[in-house]
T-cell receptor, first 109, second 114 residues
Framework: DAKTTQPPSMDCAEGRAANLPCNHS???????VYWYRQIHSQGPQYIIH???NNETNEMASLIITEDRKSSTLILPHATLRDTAVYYC??????????FGAGTILRVKS | DTAVSQTPKYLVTQMGNDKSIKCEQN?????MYWYKQDSKKFLKIMFS???????INETVPNRFSPKSPDKAHLNLHINSLELGDSAVYFC?????????????FGSGTQLSVL
């Protein structure tokens, strides 16, 4: 019952920016967009979240379209250690975090 | 120093046995969770506790019983283990309920039921 659509996999060259798209066309006004990632054999790791405005932290940038129906997670300089499954999740206050299939990002040297 | 720690990391057992997985967080968070990741890699929430009170209980067989002795601990006890219980179980915690919380996950417990 995930509310987002992501490509199953993407490749990115090491040192280049990785742009991971997410479609959430049915997002409601109260729902935030969250991104998590899961590196092989580890627990999921929070990356970033936002509501309307673009957000940036030490890990990534989140660009949300004006109509909020899609977003892009940007890893500005991808490294081999960024190879992981990236999950885009929409969530309203008090609701549970529901993970979809995510996007497998492979960073290649 | 580990924020969310789970034990054991690996658990191999026979069908029909009873086993427990322990989880502890030293982040001072109010809310703790159990997630299950099956062989197809889908992560599904099982339970959530806020300050020792059960707030989310998904459609999980009642063979699974979470116990929260205090807000820093959330253990998972599983009775009469079945083959289908084989999965990776992740514990997580967050500072509070609501849209702004970030979940911090443990490194997982890989349960294999033979």
């Amino acid at each position: 019952d995930a509310k987002t659509t992501q490509p199953p996999s993407m490749d990115c060259a090491e040192g280049r920016a990785a742009n991971l798209p997410c479609n959430h066309s049915t997002i409601s006004g109260n729902e935030y967009v969250y991104w998590y990632r899961q590196i092989h054999s580890q627990g999921p790791q929070y990356i970033i979240h936002g509501l309307k405005n673009n957000e940036t932290n030490e890990m990534a940038s989140l660009i949300i379209t004006e109509d909020r129906k899609s977003s892009t997670l940007i890893l500005p300089h991808a490294t081999l250690r960024d190879t992981a499954v990236y999950y885009c999740i929409v969530k309203e206050y008090g609701n549970k975090l529901v993970f979809g299939a995510g996007t497998i990002l492979r960073v290649k040297s | 120093d580990t924020a969310v720690s789970q034990t054991p990391k690996y658990l191999v057992t026979q069908m029909g046995n009873d086993k427990s997985i322990k989880c502890e967080q030293n982040l001072g968070h109010d809310t703790m969770y159990w997630y299950k990741q099956d062989s197809k890699k889908f992560l599904k929430i099982m339970f959530s506790y806020n300050n020792k009170e059960l707030i989310i209980n998904e459609t999980v067989p009642n063979r699974f019983s979470p116990k929260s002795p205090d807000k820093a601990h959330l253990n998972l006890h599983i009775n009469s283990l079945e083959l289908g219980d084989s999965a990776v179980y992740f514990c997580a915690s967050s500072p509070r309920q609501g849209s702004r919380e970030k979940l911090f996950f443990g490194s997982g417990t890989q349960l294999s039921v033979l």
